[in-house]
């Protein structure tokens, strides 16, 4: 069964930190590109970060570069995707979303692109008080 499943996220005061995870299982994820998404309330969902398949290349929303660090882990068969969350600010409130790419490698002109990803996580919540 192919899933992606999301967690790690909570409630924590602005200036905090947080650790999500994606676990990717019952495909070959070490060789798909991955990347997380956020929606707010009344918003559009949103690029946040993306990793190239083999980790060699990230690439940050403005918003969130220098305190967001996305890493992924492929040495096993359930691939694990992270993104190390810093100095959190309310305005991070969102729901979390992973997504995977089967269709090629990422680069700068398709990592942003929600329709770019093919696969999805079920999302989780976020939220930073201020």
């Known amino acids: 069964q192919v899933q992606l499943v999301d967690s790690g996220g909570g409630l924590v005061q602005a200036g905090g930190s947080l650790r999500l995870s994606c676990a990717a299982s019952?495909?070959?994820?070490?060789?798909?590109?991955m990347g997380w998404f956020r929606q707010a309330p009344g918003k559009e969902r949103e690029f946040v970060t993306a990793?190239?398949?083999?980790?060699?290349?990230?690439?940050?929303a403005d918003s969130v570069k220098g305190r967001f660090t996305i890493s992924r882990d492929n040495a096993k068969n359930t691939v694990y995707l992270y993104l190390q969350m810093n100095s959190l600010k309310p305005e991070d409130t969102a729901v979390y979303y992973c997504?995977?790419?089967?269709?090629?490698?990422?680069?700068?002109?398709?990592?942003?692109?929600?329709?770019?990803?093919?696969?999805w996580g079920q999302g989780t919540q976020v939220t930073v008080s201020s």
């Open positions: 990793i190239t398949w083999s980790g060699g290349r990230t690439y940050y």
């Open positions: 997504a995977a790419r089967a269709s090629g490698d990422i680069d700068y002109s398709t990592y942003s692109y929600q329709n770019e990803y093919d696969l």
């Open positions: 019952g495909r070959t994820f070490r060789t798909y590109a």
